[in-house]
């Protein structure tokens, strides 16, 4: 599985931004995805993921409410809305997938993006 994730920037804090993560190598609707992100100097943090067709979502408490993980099967794709970010989400966003664990660590995860730098000036 080979995952390609977009989108990141440099925003304002308040701002919004949507990050895109494709998919290709397998049936997508057959991966768990999921979104974490890696601040300097800490260690990678998950954000939020999604079951294979979208009923099931869950969030980290420091993003719930903020931001909005779904998917578009017929796209390959998964999306991660950012919205009223914060100096504090500015980190490295990876998007994670996996055939059969749907959980909230890294090790639940076997197939990782390379990243998008998403920066919030404050």
């Known amino acids: 599985v080979q995952l390609q994730a977009s989108g990141g920037g440099l925003v304002q804090a308040g701002d919004s931004l949507m990050l895109s993560c494709a998919a290709s190598g397998r049936t997508f609707s057959s991966l768990t995805m999921a979104w974490f992100r890696q601040a300097p100097g800490k260690e990678r943090e998950f954000v939020a993921r999604?079951?294979?067709?979208?009923?099931?979502?869950y969030y980290s408490d420091s993003v719930k409410g903020r931001f909005t993980i779904s998917r578009d099967n017929a796209k390959n794709t998964v999306y991660l809305q950012m919205n009223s970010l914060k100096h504090d989400d500015t980190a490295v966003y990876y998007c994670a997938a996996d055939e059969f664990r749907f959980g909230i660590r890294t090790t639940d995860y076997k197939y990782w993006g390379q990243g998008t730098l998403v920066t919030v000036s404050s």
């Open positions: 999604i079951s294979r067709y979208g009923g099931n979502t």
